[in-house]
Antibody
Framework: EVRLVESGGGLVQPGRSLRLSCVVS????????INWFRQAPGKGLEWVGF??????????EYAASVKGRFTISTDDPKSIAYLQMNSLEIDDTAVYYC???????????????WGQGILVTVSS | QPVVTQEPSLTVSPGGTVTLTCASS?????????PNWFQHKPGQAPTSLIY???NKHSWTPARFSGSLLGGKAALTLSGVQPEDEAEYYC???????????FGGGTKLTVL
């Protein structure tokens, strides 16, 4: 059974850092890209960024709203993906989801399994 | 960054058919935007419904279908069930800047 479980959320002050973890099971994290999405209270979903699988370079892409502040990485032997969030702002308050992203035969990324989400609250 | 627009809300009767659309500020939505559709019910994690315009996941009910319609991505529900009441989000790829952009979501009411 494919599972993704986020942890590490909570209350943090503006300007501080927080690291979210996404522990995966039921598949090898080596074989998939991992994306992070978020949803602020009362708002819609927002794509945060993703990390390519190692065979595609393991490189990352980010939304403009978090670029330079957030970093996605993976620890493949531990089957964990991380979202390191620095210089947190009030507007980063949201439920954060990690999502598995396979590729089609044509090499196009898509999205299938989601974690249950974890709340991050940025407030003084 | 492109802006992706969806109908804010739609209402459909049980057993009816409804089409939700997804437009891009950059112009015509094509297969090269690799449209994805997601369903989000309150208190639950979103679920993936459609990828690359019209491909269903193994768990996607047959009554859901994706297409390109009038320059937009579209999600059609045929034979709507009460449990289809949810928020629906589309997601488009912008290859020029390697980013994905969500639409604002459509709140579908089954009444």
């Amino acid at each position: 059974e494919v599972r993704l479980v986020e942890s590490g959320g909570g209350l943090v002050q503006p300007g501080r850092s927080l690291r979210l973890s996404c522990v995966v099971s039921g598949f090898s994290i080596d074989d998939y890209a991992i994306n992070w999405f978020r949803q602020a209270p009362g708002k819609g979903l927002e794509w945060v960024g993703f990390i390519r699988r190692k065979s595609n370079g393991g490189t990352t892409e980010y939304a403009a709203s978090v670029k330079g502040r957030f970093t996605i990485s993976t620890d493949d032997p531990k089957s964990i993906a991380y979202l390191q969030m620095n210089s947190l702002e009030i507007d980063d308050t949201a439920v954060y989801y990690c999502i598995r992203a396979p590729r089609t035969v044509g090499g196009i990324m898509f999205f299938d399994f989601w974690g249950q989400g974890i709340l991050v609250t940025v407030s003084s | 960054q492109p802006v992706v627009t969806q109908e804010p809300s739609l209402t459909v009767s049980p057993g009816g058919t409804v089409t939700l659309t997804c437009a891009s500020s950059t112009g015509v939505v094509t297969s090269g935007h690799y449209p994805n559709w997601f369903q989000h019910k309150p208190g639950q994690a979103p679920t993936s419904l459609i990828y690359s315009t019209n491909n269903k996941h193994s768990w996607t009910p047959a009554r859901f279908s994706g297409s390109l319609l009038g320059g937009k991505a579209a999600l059609t529900l045929s034979g709507v069930q009460p449990e289809d009441e949810a928020e629906y989000y589309c997601l488009l790829y912008s290859g020029s800047v390697f980013i994905w952009v969500f639409g604002g979501g459509t709140k579908l009411t089954v009444l």
